[in-house]
């Protein structure tokens, strides 16, 4: 069911979210892709929530929030964990490591030298064709 909800292109919301998280607005990608999440009625809704969380975790570590970071990278794994790789031309698998990535160097550095994040790790998302 997922798999087949999977298919297409992304919402025009969820478009310009994901525009607006690959420019790291954050703040703005967040407000989008929630209304785009909101209006979607299929489980695929579900990559929308997913890549919500992923931006508000870069957000939070934009705002030195180590805790609110952390806690967001790991909420974003129960939504993008049981995507496949690909849902709705998005690139679920890439999105996965480069947060994976940015999390673990978010715990290398710790509450105190979080200032030193190096936001070159906010990769942006990569759309094709599903």
Same mark, same amino acid.
């Given at each position: 069911?997922?798999?087949?909800?999977?298919?297409? $292109?992304?919402?025009?919301?969820? %478009?310009?979210?994901?525009? /607006?998280?690959?420019?790291?607005?954050?703040?703005?990608?967040?407000?989008? %892709?929630?209304? @785009? *999440?909101?209006?979607e009625p299929g489980p695929a809704r579900e990559l929308y929530r997913g890549i919500l969380q992923v931006a &508000? @975790?870069? /957000?939070? &570590?934009?705002?030195?929030?180590?805790?609110?970071? =952390? $806690?967001?990278? /790991?909420?974003?794994?129960? *939504? /993008?964990?049981? +995507?496949?790789?690909?849902?709705?031309? &998005?690139?679920? @698998?890439? +999105?996965?490591?480069?947060? %994976? @990535?940015?999390?673990?160097?978010?715990?290398? =550095?710790?509450?105190?030298?979080?200032?030193?994040?190096?936001?070159?790790?906010? $990769?942006? +998302? &990569?759309?094709?064709?599903?």
């Amino acid at each position: 069911m997922l798999t087949a909800d999977c298919k297409g $292109k992304p919402s025009t919301l969820a %478009l310009k979210g994901i525009e /607006l998280f690959n420019r790291q607005e954050f703040f703005e990608a967040h407000e989008e %892709l929630e209304h @785009a *999440w909101n209006e979607e009625p299929g489980p695929a809704r579900e990559l929308y929530r997913g890549i919500l969380q992923v931006a &508000v @975790a870069y /957000l939070q &570590v934009t705002r030195q929030n180590y805790n609110g970071a =952390l $806690k967001m990278f /790991l909420r974003m794994r129960q *939504w /993008l964990d049981p +995507l496949p790789d690909k849902c709705r031309g &998005v690139d679920v @698998a890439q +999105l996965r490591a480069d947060a %994976l @990535a940015a999390r673990a160097e978010l715990e290398r =550095l710790g509450p105190e030298r979080i200032g030193e994040f190096d936001r070159g790790l906010f $990769k942006p +998302l &990569v759309i094709g064709d599903s």
